[in-house]
Structure formats: structure tokens, C-alpha cells
């Protein structure tokens, strides 16, 4: 049975955030996947539209494949709205936002790894470059978080 594709519009270093893992240029997702309980919930909600699939993403965008069955079921479609696709972004960037800082943190208290050291580490492990995302605006970011968290403790 062929899979529905679904293109996000996605900054480089989430795209490869999210494909890291996997690796390949296709995030296969279902009904316990993340992003598959939004994608299917925001599914549901649209109306049935005939389907045309592009043969291939333009290079900013995230290939999100899913079961034809599962955008099958009674009352659900196949078209994702413009505003659906920015929800997911921005769903993928939390993600993003969460495992890194989460992984610097960890790394530092349980390591004592240098916080700028495992910032890098976190770049080298989902292959994020430095043409991709700033790493000092994202240190900066993470510092700003930390102060954040010490005033609501």
C-alpha cells in the first residue's frame, strides 16, 4: 500500500535533527510517533481532498511519509493546511530545543563536559554544521535558559 507524503517547510538543522537518527531524506511516522498523533489529529480535521504527490521536496523541506490506510479512515484526509505544516515546525523545533538542552545539561553534570564542548557534541552527533546554525547564538540561547530556570528554582 503507498505511503501519503507530507512536505514540511523546515530549517536545515531541524531537518537534519529530526533525520539524524534515521538517517535517509524520509521521517516514517505512524500513530505513536511524535509527530504522527499531530499529523494524523490535524488530518482529521480537513476535509478529503484528491492527493497529488510531488516526485521530490524542495531542499528546505521534510518529507514526512505515512501509511495511506492510516489518512484512510472515515472522515479523514489527505491535505495538510499551510498552518498545520507551521504547527509541525514548530513542534520539531521544541523537540529540537528540549534534547539539546537536555543533553548539555546532562553531559555537563553528569561528565563535567565543558558546556560549549557538548553543544558541539550535540552538533557532531546530528552532523549540524556551522553554515547550518550558529553555534554561539545557540550557546547564547542556552545560557539565557539556564538563568531562566535558576530564578523560577
Known amino acids: 500500500m503507498p505511503n501519503v507524503e507530507i512536505y514540511i517547510p523546515l530549517a536545515s538543522y531541524l531537518k537534519k535533527y529530526q533525520l539524524g537518527e534515521c538517517g535517509g531524506n524520509v521521517l516514517y511516522i505512524n500513530q505513536k510517533h511524535e509527530i504522527?498523533?499531530?499529523?494524523?489529529?490535524?488530518?482529521?480535521?480537513?476535509?478529503?481532498h484528491t492527493f497529488k504527490s510531488r516526485k521530490c521536496?524542495?531542499?528546505?523541506?521534510?518529507?514526512?511519509?505515512?501509511?495511506?490506510?492510516?489518512?484512510n479512515d472515515k472522515g479523514r484526509g489527505k491535505f495538510l493546511h499551510e498552518e498545520g505544516k507551521k504547527m509541525i515546525a514548530r513542534k520539531i523545533r521544541k523537540m529540537f530545543l528540549f534534547d539539546l538542552r537536555f543533553y548539555v545539561r546532562q553531559n555537563h553534570l553528569d561528565f563535567g563536559t565543558p558546556e560549549k564542548y557538548a553543544l558541539r557534541n550535540f552538533f557532531e552527533k546530528y552532523k549540524i554544521s556551522e553554515d547550518d546554525f550558529d553555534e554561539g547564538s545557540m550557546y547564547r540561547d542556552y545560557t539565557r535558559w539556564k538563568k531562566e530556570r535558576k530564578v523560577e528554582n
Open 36 to 48: 504522527g498523533i499531530i499529523v494524523l489529529a490535524l488530518l482529521k480535521q480537513q476535509p478529503d
Open 57 to 71: 521536496p524542495e531542499p528546505n523541506e521534510m518529507v514526512l511519509s505515512i501509511a495511506d490506510r492510516l489518512c
